[in-house]
């Protein structure tokens, strides 16, 4: 079945610094969803997006739908420690379709 | 109170036994999904309920039985089950067709 391939898995940064990931497909998405884990709990969305080109933000997140229409992007700025756990990218190829997700990128913001 | 609630946090459970996990949604949300999660592995999806009917199940074991009586409520029933289904299941919930999806704080299973 379709993937996702997120990258990169995993990025130990110093706080303050910027972070950048991004996920591509194989195939054209329809809707970019952008979701954090934190250590034990369920997925909390982040940032959705649903147009070619759509640029969102969400406080000091900022997310990109690609205009391939294939990719997604999504920056952190200024990071700091709560910032760590798991960001998940997840797709939907055609309303009613399943969502796609990616493997996950690990994010550890050293103080 | 939370969207997505799921009921018990933590299970630990022999191979001989029976138990349920308990999933609720407060969201007005018609379609409500089981995943498992692993570690190094991305999400899988077990089951999609539809207002309230199975539409979808994704090659699962038959050890796992689901149940959706509303569609506010699905539940995973568990029997027989296998050191490797140890994992954190999630549920989560949407309105049908749309992308979006939100999930539960899920439940860390462990099977011994």
């Known amino acids: 079945g379709q993937q996702l391939n997120q990258s990169p898995q995993s990025m130990f940064i110093q706080e303050g610094e910027d972070v950048s990931m991004n996920c591509t497909s194989s195939?054209?998405?329809?809707?970019w969803l952008w979701y954090k884990q934190d250590p034990g709990e369920g997925p909390v969305l982040l940032i959705a997006?649903?147009?070619?080109?759509e640029l969102t933000s969400n406080g000091r997140l900022t997310a990109q739908f690609g205009t391939t229409r294939k990719d997604s992007f999504l920056n952190i700025s200024a990071s700091i420690p709560s910032d760590v756990g798991i960001y998940f990218c997840?797709?939907?190829?055609?309303?009613?379709?399943?969502?796609?997700f990616g493997e996950g990128t690990q994010l550890t913001v050293n103080p | 109170e939370t969207g997505v609630t799921q009921t018990p946090r933590h299970l630990v459970m022999g191979m001989t036994n029976k138990k349920s996990l308990k999933c609720e949604q407060h969201?007005?949300?018609?379609?409500m999904y089981w995943y498992k999660q692993s570690a190094k592995k991305p999400l899988e999806l077990m089951f999609v309920?539809?207002?309230?009917?199975r539409v979808e199940n994704n090659s699962v074991p038959s050890r796992f039985s689901p149940e959706c009586p509303n569609s506010s409520h699905l539940f995973l029933h568990l029997h027989t089950l296998q050191p490797e289904d140890s994992a954190l299941y999630l549920c989560?919930?949407?309105?049908w067709g749309a992308g979006v999806a939100f999930f539960g704080q899920g439940t860390r299973l462990t099977v011994v």
């Open positions: 997840a797709g939907q190829e055609t309303s009613g379709s399943r969502l796609t």
């Open positions: 309920y539809s207002l309230e009917e």
């Open positions: 989560a919930s949407s309105q």
């Open positions: 195939s054209i998405f329809n809707t």
């Open positions: 997006l649903y147009k070619a080109g």
């Open positions: 969201l007005g949300h018609n379609a």
